[in-house]
């Protein structure tokens, strides 16, 4: 299974997968290319400190269809049969969804439903709740919406803000993720209407 990463910054969750495949955890896999769309981008540098491909595709002023043609075409270059987002920070077209149909996934920092969207934790902090966590979904044409895979709760402290509360959350997208992978490398999993039957 050929896996594509995008990624739009810091990469911990990318660094997380090449390292899960690099290491045979993910079996019958290989990461592809790293597309980023900022050529600041952290995550660049240590994809090819792992010997991955990078590509930088910016906004160039563009409109979204034309900028995700663009990474599709790359995507389709590389072979990618799997889009894997991690730390992404632009909505997917439909023309992108409808190009990797329930192919492409996503990590977000909250238990979906909950707090879609930007700073999932703070939204989680302000709200008051006392277990939030992480999910990966597929990808649908609505943010943060898609089937849910995998879940991981994490408690809220008293003490908590927003930035130690996605310290915490972070440990536990990474293992997250790639579990979420393993089981879509292994094929062993249904999608039935919203629900993801592993
Ligand atoms: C993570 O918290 C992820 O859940 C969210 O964006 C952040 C990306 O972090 N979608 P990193 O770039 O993987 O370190």
């Given at each position: 299974m050929k896996i594509g990463i995008l990624i739009s910054g810091r990469g911990s969750n990318m660094t997380a997968?090449?390292?899960?495949?690099?290491?045979?955890?993910?079996p019958k896999a290989?990461?592809?290319?790293?597309?980023?769309?900022?050529?600041?981008?952290e995550g660049l540098e240590k994809a090819k400190a792992r010997s991955v491909?990078?590509?930088?595709?910016?906004?160039?002023?563009?409109?979204r269809e034309e900028h995700d043609a663009e990474i599709i075409a790359e995507l389709r270059r590389h072979d990618v049969e799997l889009v894997c987002l991690a730390g992404y920070m632009r909505l997917l077209s439909s023309d992108f969804v409808r190009a990797f149909p329930e192919k492409i996934v996503n990590?977000?920092?909250s238990l979906l439903p909950a707090f879609p969207g930007l700073d999932a934790q703070r939204q989680a902090i302000e709200?008051?709740?006392?277990?939030s966590g992480c999910t990966v979904h597929f990808v649908d044409d609505e943010l943060d919406h898609g089937a849910i895979i995998l879940q991981k709760s994490v408690e809220v402290?008293?003490?908590?803000?927003?930035e130690s509360l996605s310290a915490k959350i972070l440990e536990y997208?990474?293992?997250l993720y790639v579990e979420a992978l393993q089981k879509i490398a292994g094929g062993n999993y249904k999608i039935i209407g919203r629900r993801v039957v592993l």
């Open positions: 997968i090449i390292e899960a495949v690099q290491s045979g955890k993910i290989e990461v592809s290319v790293v597309i980023s769309d900022k050529t600041s981008a491909e990078t590509v930088v595709v910016t906004r160039k002023q563009r409109s990590i977000h920092p709200y008051g709740v006392k277990i402290d008293d003490a908590d803000t927003a997208e990474h293992s």
